[in-house]
């Protein structure tokens, strides 16, 4: 957040626009440098940066990113560092956006507990239940489900007492003990 409110300030000064003009932008989050440089992440704020830096270029800004080490007695860093804290103490929020990854996990638990109710509620199942009472707890699991798996645990499956129900055979014992 501190580099696009660096990047807005930058904004607002005006110089001749056929000198290029350089400046650094020091930070100490090396994570932020390495996102800036990694076309895969399309973080919002990386995107943001991204953009401003570009418009900033094409205004003849030459924009340097350098990282510094924290707590290590640079005068502008340590400013940078209690004039954040001085902001996150503050009760106005200047960023306000969710992060897709928290609204993903939000809908995620929801779905999950929709989905323990409907499996509380319903009728069917009594033995995949025994098997498996909490959804919450069976998806933790990291279970490999086979076709063998899935007839023991539901009780549905090609064997003789199944297939008898469904006249597909005519008898539902064994073939060893008629």
């Excluded at 290029?20 to 992440?41: A, G, Q, V, W």
Aim: proline share 3%; with cysteine; net charge positive.
């Amino acid at each position: 957040m501190a580099i696009v409110k660096a990047l807005q300030a930058i904004e607002t000064i005006k110089i001749n626009n056929t000198t290029p003009t350089t400046i650094k932008i020091l930070t100490d989050s090396r994570i932020t440098l390495e996102s800036l440089k990694s076309t895969k992440n399309r973080n919002h704020l990386i995107e943001e940066i991204r953009k401003k830096t570009i418009v900033l270029e094409k205004e003849n800004w030459n924009i340097e990113y350098v990282w510094i080490k924290a707590h290590a007695g640079n005068y502008v860093n340590e400013l940078a560092e209690r004039l954040a804290k001085e902001a996150a103490r503050n009760s106005d929020i200047c960023y306000n956006r969710i992060p897709k990854s928290e609204i993903e996990r939000q809908e995620r638990e929801k779905s999950i507990e929709k989905w323990q109710k409907q499996w509380e509620n319903c009728t069917k199942g009594s033995a995949s239940k025994e098997f498996f009472p909490n959804i919450k707890d069976r998806l933790k699991k990291k279970i490999n489900l086979t076709p063998n798996f899935t007839v023991m645990i539901t009780a549905h499956g090609k064997a003789r007492s199944y297939l008898h129900r469904f006249p597909i055979i005519v008898s539902r014992m064994p073939l060893h003990q008629r």
